[in-house]
Nanobody
Framework: QVLLVESGGGLVQSGGSLRLSCIAS????????MGWYRQAPGKERELVAS???????VYADSVKGRFTISGDNAKNTVYLQMNSLKPEDTAVYYC??????????WGQGTQVTVSS
């Protein structure tokens, strides 16, 4: 059983920054990719950013240039650095990991609220 535990969410003013962390209960090298998704009230869950084991990254157009995903193999942790936050970034952010066998795992989510 793989556990993903997110932290770092909170309330921040528009233009501010937050860094989300996702700690995995196993080596993140065991995953094909890890990523961050978000879900705002009344909306579908959407991909924010992902990173493969080879270091390739993908970002949603809405966060390009503002968010950065990175991983620390030694700490089994994936980060999402979020800068220039906007009220529309308000959502529950979920950590996701996908194994080489395409099995997904999800964290419990962390709330990010950006006030205007």
């Amino acid at each position: 059983q793989v556990l993903l535990v997110e932290s770092g969410g909170g309330l921040v003013q528009s233009g501010g920054s937050l860094r989300l962390s996702c700690i995995a209960s196993t080596s993140i090298r065991s995953f094909y990719a890890m990523g961050w998704y978000r879900q705002a009230p009344g909306k579908e869950r959407e991909l924010v950013a992902s990173i493969t084991s080879g270091g390739n990254t993908v970002y949603a157009d809405s966060v390009k240039g503002r968010f950065t995903i990175s991983g620390d193999n030694a700490k089994n942790t994936v980060y999402l650095q979020m800068n220039s936050l906007k009220p529309e970034d308000t959502a529950v952010y979920y950590c996701n990991a996908v194994t080489y066998g395409s099995k997904p795992y999800w964290g419990q989510g962390t709330q990010v609220t950006v006030s205007s």
